[in-house]
Each structure stands twice: as structure tokens, then as C-alpha cells.
């Protein structure tokens, strides 16, 4: 999907998801974050974090997700993610994380906001058509 409309999206394991609840917030500079790579990272306080209905963070906002929040073979439930963020925010946090990701590389240059929940729609109808997903 990010290929064929240029929309990044994340999928998240939903049985990690504690309080079964997305929140889009920052978290206090400094704060410990391991990305999907294993590296630990501290964050700043302007790094936009996709968190748990806890506050727990799962994804580094446009950038790359976390090791704790990835689907993996025994994942049955998956949440996706389809967003669109500030180009600016994005650039300075994948700049200050030394992060060249393809969701930064898009989400830098802008994406265009109308195609967010198209995307999600096709990757949805994807995963029922090609990896034998249920509704």
C-alpha cells in the first residue's frame, strides 16, 4: 500500500494494545523507547509517540515502531494505522534519531490527507484477500 498510494501505515499487534485505546501524545524528553531495530532510543520532547490507552509508547509517530507493539507469527488480531503528520515534526524527529525510514521519507515530503482511509480500506481488503484475514 505504501508503494502503491504512498501511504505509510502501521500495523500494530492489538492484543498489546492495553486499554484497547490509541493515544497521540508526547512524552517528557529523555524517556527510554526501543525501536523495532533493538536500539534504545531517548526521546525528546517533541517526538510525536502513538501510545496505549496507558500511555505506554508503541510507535515513534511517522518513523518506525517499537519492538514491543510488532506483529509477529502468533499475533491473531492486528489494529492498523493509517495517520497524516506534520512534514516539519516528522523530518526534525527522524533527523534527530538518525531514522531513514520510508514512512519518514513519505510523511517528510507530504502525503496527501484524502488518501488516509482509503489506504487503510485497501490494506485491510489486502490482508482478507492475500493472507486470509477475517473481518
Keep these: ?4 498510494l504512498g501511504q505509510p501505515l502501521h500495523a500494530f499487534d492489538a492484543s498489546k494494545i ?5 493515544v497521540v ?4 524528553t529523555g524517556t527510554k523507547f ?4 533493538g536500539v534504545e532510543r531517548s526521546l525528546h520532547e517533541d517526538d510525536i509517540m502513538i501510545c496505549d490507552g496507558e500511555s505506554n509508547p508503541l510507535c515513534i509517530g511517522g518513523v518506525f515502531g ?4 510488532g506483529v509477529t507469527e502468533s499475533t491473531s488480531s492486528i489494529f492498523l494505522e493509517a495517520a497524516y503528520f506534520n512534514p516539519v ?6 533527523k534527530r534519531h538518525a531514522l531513514n525510514t520510508d514512512a519518514s521519507f513519505r510523511f517528510e515530503r ?8 482509503y489506504a487503510l480500506k485497501r490494506a485491510a481488503l489486502l ?9
Excluded at 500500500?1 to 502503491?4: A, D, G, P, R, T
Excluded at 501524545?25 to 517528557?28: C, D, H, I, Q, V
Excluded at 515534526?89 to 527522524?94: F, H, L, N, S
Design 127 to 135: 490482508i482478507v484477500e492475500i493472507a486470509g484475514g477475517k473481518k
Design 34 to 37: 526501543i525501536t523495532l531495530d
Design 66 to 69: 517499537g519492538i514491543n507493539s
Design 110 to 117: 507530504g502525503i496527501d490527507p484524502n488518501f488516509t482511509e
Design 25 to 28: 501524545k508526547t512524552l517528557e
Design 89 to 94: 515534526a516528522i523530518r526534525k524527529t527522524a
Design 1 to 4: 500500500v505504501l508503494h502503491e
Design 18 to 22: 492495553r486499554g484497547n485505546k490509541i
